[in-house]
């Protein structure tokens, strides 16, 4: 059996950053710290947006002014209203106390919000270099983080260095019988891409195996299309229209998924198709 | 002497509360939520109303959908490749943000504008950059509605728009 690491379906708003356990602090001889986790805790029961929330946590920095939870649970609601600004300065004071906590999440957030390709890459690389343990999955399960490093690489030209980085990453999930939501889609893409249309009919295949999307069947007609194969490249987009319209399409609750296709994309194809008497 | 002694120090004591009194309002200056936009009239259209008071309001993926337009995505960015003229010049490269309020009815307002270079550092676009971006996203006149336990409800959305050389190379969400 193979396991489908799409979290966000479970949890789509939760963090996956732990809560810190406040006791080790104690522990390790820390006490302010440990005062300003156990004032972050109350946090518990406030929205992320709130001002309860907001207030709890900068009295929790008033009293250790180096405690990264605070900063990175601050910055969450800035991420997610778009104000790239004021969570850029608070995610960078939790990368600077606890680089190795929040790295990962930083760059998987340049990428999901604001598409800042190069700066998820440096985030997500320097934490490889940090760390000596595997980096991990994005914040919200969707991906490893070396998918969406590689995703970053394809997004600024580099499509080999992408590819080789999905090829690497898939084998090892398939090692431990572990599959990405879109992880063989957007392989399927970049050979696709890269004019390697037989590598990329047979990533479809997989990606339809295990998780059927609207932007697979696309991409699949797409390709068949490249190697004159008219009647598969209609009968695919007719699945990727059916797909689409019964909701198996890629989606995030915050943002657009890379390779995302519409509609509208699926239908002016079709009509490509029978303008060109593909019948 | 003495007199100018006691004025001095009235004087510092209410100094000294004044820095304290700004002190406690840094930490009220929250609103109810981040990012949450109160009516200007200097600024604000007239017309615009939120339908359930602005406590009420919420954000657009607080009901699950993620980013949803009326159109799809696709409306939204053939409105801007089709109406936006790139103003060449330096410095203009960075982020730009709208974020504004979708009523009850598909109706948006209360627009606020952020700008940033791509290092995150707050700056300034060229006027018409930002003004253009402004009235293309005020003319698109219907955004979807969302519903929550069956009721049309007010939600905050943005757009980001990534500026390259002036170039418009990204909308997001």
């Not at chain 1, 405690?67 to 800035?78: Q, R, T």
């Not at chain 1, 608070?90 to 957030?109: F, M, Q, S, T």
């Not at chain 1, 932007?215 to 009647?231: F, H, S």
């Not at chain 2, 359930?52 to 980013?67: M, R, S, V």
Request: aromatic share 14%; hydrophobic share 35%.
């Amino acid at each position: 059996m193979k396991y489908f690491y799409f979290l966000i379906l479970l949890f789509p708003f939760s963090s996956m950053i732990a809560q810190p356990n406040c006791e080790a602090y104690k522990y390790y001889g820390d006490t302010l710290k440990y005062e300003a986790c156990k004032k972050a805790m109350g946090i518990k029961g406030h929205y992320q947006f709130s001002k309860e929330y907001q207030t709890v946590l900068d009295e929790s920095i008033e009293i250790d002014p180096t405690f990264d939870y605070a900063y990175w649970a601050k910055s969450i609601a800035y991420l997610k209203s778009g104000d790239f600004v004021t969570w850029k300065k608070l995610i960078d004071k939790a990368v600077e106390y606890n680089p190795k906590e929040h790295l990962g999440y930083r760059g998987w957030c340049r990428f999901q919000f604001f598409r800042d390709y190069k700066g998820a890459i440096r985030d997500i690389e320097k934490l490889d270099s940090l760390v000596d343990y595997d980096i991990g999955q994005s914040q919200n399960g969707t991906y490893h983080l070396n998918i969406a490093k590689g995703l970053c690489y394809k997004a600024i030209g580099e499509k080999e260095k992408a590819i080789a980085i999905l090829e690497k990453q898939i084998k090892l999930n398939e090692q431990e019988n572990l599959f990405g939501a879109n992880d063989y889609l957007h392989l399927g893409v970049l050979y696709l891409e890269t004019e390697k249309f037989e590598k990329a009919i047979e990533l479809f295949k997989k990606q339809s195996e295990n998780n059927e999307l609207a932007e697979n069947q696309y991409y699949l007609a797409l390709t068949y299309k490249k190697l004159d194969n008219l009647n598969e490249y209609k009968s695919c987009l007719e699945k990727a229209k059916e797909l689409y319209v019964g909701g198996r399409k890629m989606s995030d609750p915050y943002s657009n998924p890379m390779d995302k296709i519409y509609l509208e994309n699926i239908e002016n194809e079709i009509n490509t198709a029978y303008n060109n008497g593909y019948k | 002497m003495k007199k100018s002694f006691l004025t001095t120090i009235l004087l510092l004591s209410i100094f000294w509360s004044c820095q304290t009194e700004k002190k406690v309002n840094e930490k009220e200056e929250y609103l109810r939520w981040v990012g949450d936009i109160e009516h200007n009239a200097q600024i604000d259209e007239i017309d615009f109303k939120v339908c359930n008071g602005d406590d009420k309001i919420l954000q657009y993926f607080n009901l699950g959908e993620g980013p949803v337009y009326r159109g799809e995505k696709s409306k939204i960015l053939n409105a801007f490749k089709s109406k936006y003229q790139p103003i060449s010049g330096k410095n203009q490269n960075g982020l730009i943000r709208i974020r504004f309020i979708v009523n009850c009815k598909g109706k948006a307002g209360r627009f606020r504008v952020l700008q940033s270079d791509f290092d995150y550092q707050e700056k300034e676009f060229d006027k018409e950059t930002v003004s253009q971006l402004l009235n293309i996203t005020k003319g698109i006149e219907n955004w979807e509605v969302f519903k929550r336990h069956e009721v049309p409800v007010d939600y905050y959305i943005y757009l980001i728009f990534k500026i390259t050389d002036g170039q418009l190379t990204e909308i997001l969400p």
